[in-house]
């Protein structure tokens, strides 16, 4: 199975802050990355796919970057809204699917 | 929109059984693949298996393999989920979520819709 690897586990910022969220993978997914944002007992939410393509409604705040083995998740000013749990998933191998451990974003 | 309701969760002793359900509103059922993801508590997420559009096609996780089996009514829109032989390490919750494609085994798949989960249990 293809590992992925979240750092930071968490962190925490201020609203207006930059926030990157940086995401390996075990061996090369091309460009075949999700993110996921998850709020306390809600379902999780599709926010980029392949590696930089933001689901549609996703604020322009958003931007994700990488190939291979390495990407990140960019918030650009993070907002109130924005505190949550963010998940990389790999979609080169299907079988299975794997995720990373998740970020979460708090308030400083 | 798209809508996904998960129900059947519930408290069961390790051994045991229970279905989860999943019914689909909002899209053509049959036209895409569905997930089961799960969340165990505190944790974070670990797919658990999927089923074609057509029913035809399915995966487990290893971690459910021979325990679980997931199935689909398309004339429903519903897509189950059959748990067997219970561990305490099922405990979770447990999500379905669509795919955004017919098949299962494509790279570049992405879970673009939700449910909101339904809590199973496995204590004594």
């Known amino acids: 199975d293809i590992q992925m690897t979240q750092s930071p586990s968490s962190l925490s910022a201020s609203v207006g802050d930059r926030v990157i969220i940086t995401c390996r993978a075990s061996?090369?997914?091309?460009?075949?990355l999700n993110w996921y944002q998850q709020k306390p007992g809600k379902a999780p939410k599709l926010l980029i796919y392949a590696a930089s393509t933001l689901q549609s409604g996703v604020p322009l705040r958003f931007s994700g970057s990488g190939s291979g083995t390495d990407f990140t998740l960019t918030i650009s000013s993070l907002q109130p809204e924005d505190f949550a749990t963010y998940y990389c998933?790999?979609?080169?191998?299907?079988?299975?699917?794997?995720f990373g451990g998740g970020t979460k974003v708090e308030i400083k | 929109e798209v809508q996904l309701l998960e129900s059947g969760g519930g408290l069961v002793e390790p051994g045991g059984s229970l279905r989860l359900s999943c019914v689909a509103s909002g899209f053509t059922f049959s036209s895409y693949a569905m997930n089961w993801v799960r969340q165990a508590p505190g944790k974070g997420l670990e797919w658990v298996s999927d089923?074609?559009?057509?029913?035809?096609?399915?995966y487990y996780a290893d971690s459910v393999k021979g325990r679980f089996t997931i199935s689909r009514d398309n004339s429903k829109n519903t897509m189950y989920l059959q748990i067997n032989s219970l561990r305490a390490e099922d405990t979770a919750v447990y999500y379905c979520?669509?795919?955004?494609?017919?098949?299962?085994?494509?790279?570049?798949?992405?879970?673009?819709?939700w449910g909101q989960g339904t809590l199973v249990t496995v204590s004594s």
């Open positions: 061996l090369s997914i091309s460009r075949y």
């Open positions: 089923i074609s559009g057509d029913g035809d096609s399915t």
């Open positions: 998933q790999q979609s080169y191998s299907m079988h299975p699917p794997t």
């Open positions: 979520a669509k795919s955004d494609r017919f098949g299962i085994s494509s790279a570049g798949t992405k879970f673009d819709s």
